[in-house]
DNA sequence: TTGAAAGCGATACCAG
DNA sequence: CTGGTATCGCTTTCAA
């Protein structure tokens, strides 16, 4: 049943039933009631292609994930994210498009859909710093954006990050008031820029303690399960060894726990362990944790308001750009324990 | 650019250009040179949203993913079968709408995909033994095809399944080329229909090689990892000790492994184990070993696989419907070990 | 408040 | 080999 024949049986106008569906305020209320009852006695459903047409809009979002060919398998942060991200569009009634591609067909792919027409929008997930395909997407004037931030590039663009410092620093912050005053800060490669932010916040709370910051506590490295056990065995093995750690990712801080592990000290009594972290990328298979579990749904949160950003962005295109710095849930270690006074 | 404007810089009709871009044999080569060349320097794209309301097709293959309130998580097993399939479709020039859906909504769903035209056909996933999305689409008349089988319906329908007979089979033949002749076998429910099948193959073995199936080392239970070590355990403390074990799925023989290891036995060299298993539903979190990536490539495989069927069927709906058993490769325990004799 | 008719941008039939 | 024209099913002016 079609919009011709749907208006055939009323002996109304396309354009009336139309609109009487649609919800426009010209309509006489009781026209509207016996074309709503006639929509659904013969369950009437608008052909969505005709519509896309018609309107010019596909109600649909593209995501394109490139399938690495080092890392055949698609991340786990993508199902996380895209679950999040799908329940949003499916409440104001987009779709999601969803493409897989090769690591090189990444940027036609984004034209395709851009010069075709097939979504209203894209959302780039994982960026690196001077991500091409931020520039790519303001050319080819498509809505998009950004979830995490290339701090390269200068030009203006929509993105949602977590607020790394703030985060940090609240961790910091947790562990000088249970009294630790010898925490030490393992930290990704500095050369990032979520790495800064994030030792930014460490800083910031020592100062706010009034403790000066020690460098042979402050480690920077990359974000790998043994980095984390290296780093925290030498600082183990320090005359004054720390009481706490702070983490800068959940891989790091599972080496730590190794390490004290193997200094037969006790996690969360002996030395507290606290971390914080937005993605999974570099986790690939944790285990059913807690922690695990805590970290996926602040990934699919991340989804759902990447996509809300996008709606707005796509509906009100004049509207400045939607920058939101993401309060991500405090991720944390599994014990930070009484702290060293009790 | 489009194909108005196109034919307008060409002096040709749309008809004409139309027909050379898309390989349309009663063109003049001349022409068509000309006409692919302008369309190279206009970047000249075919509107999707046009062509799909011309052709009547969507070029587009619909998944729904339910998304339980239970289970928040979006099972893995759906981010390696989509990447699976995800890969062939974008060879085939098919698109992926993925809709993530709560639990209740999903038939409402696949109404919405079919009567609005939205995808040219679906793929059912994780299918139960009656499952009511089958009937549903069939009524509904959009191509689909089923991972899995639904072995309560009587209608036929297209579908993709392992061999599990054959799988089980074959691994119970390993075991006994290596010369056990006490082999444990830990099935699961067997009001299953696919567990049937395995405790089939398991049997034809046997059957094969001439030794009688001995019901005290068979065991059927739901699949879990503490149901696997329950019933290992038992087992090896029977007087007469199973040498060997099949297990039919991975989280049982996770379970067989605990308990070999608290009888302080050695898996692979005094017990061999042996597994089988297609889908990943019940081990969410197994860690990165070669077998869990060998299952989830499996499960890729399977995806791609359920993709090309689903195009077939759509391009010939007049074929017979494409039912096929699947051989999947064989997901083997840890080591199977030297054998009793060696 | 309703309707006729013109798009939307392609494909495809039927002539020439 | 090429072109005119109807068509796909809906939305959206513009008139009445």
Known sequence: MNLKELSKQLNLSQTTVSRALNGYPEVNEATRKRVTEAARKYRYRPNVRARTLATGKSMSIGHIIPMSKQNELVNMVFSDFIAGAGLVYADHGYNMTLTIVKDDDELEAYRGFAERGAVDGVIVQAPTREDRRISFLADL?????VHGRASQ?????????VNNKRAIQTATKHLLSLGHHRIAMLNGLETLDFAVRRRDG???ALREANIPPDDSLMRSNDMSE??????????LALKAPPTAFVASSMILALGVKRAIEENNLEMGKDVSVICFDDDISYLPN?????LFTALRSSVRAAGARCASLLIER???PDAPLPNELWEAELVHGASTGPGPNA
Chains 1, 2 share one sequence.
Request: proline content about 11%.
């Open 141 to 145: 004037d498509i809505p998009f954006v």
């Open 314 to 316: 796509i509906n009100k």
């Open 286 to 290: 944790a285990g059913d944790t807690p």
């Open 153 to 161: 590039i200068r030009a203006p663009y929509g993105w949602l990050d």
């Open 202 to 204: 460490y800083l910031a």
């Open 226 to 235: 043994p980095n984390g056990y290296e780093a925290a065995m030498e600082l």
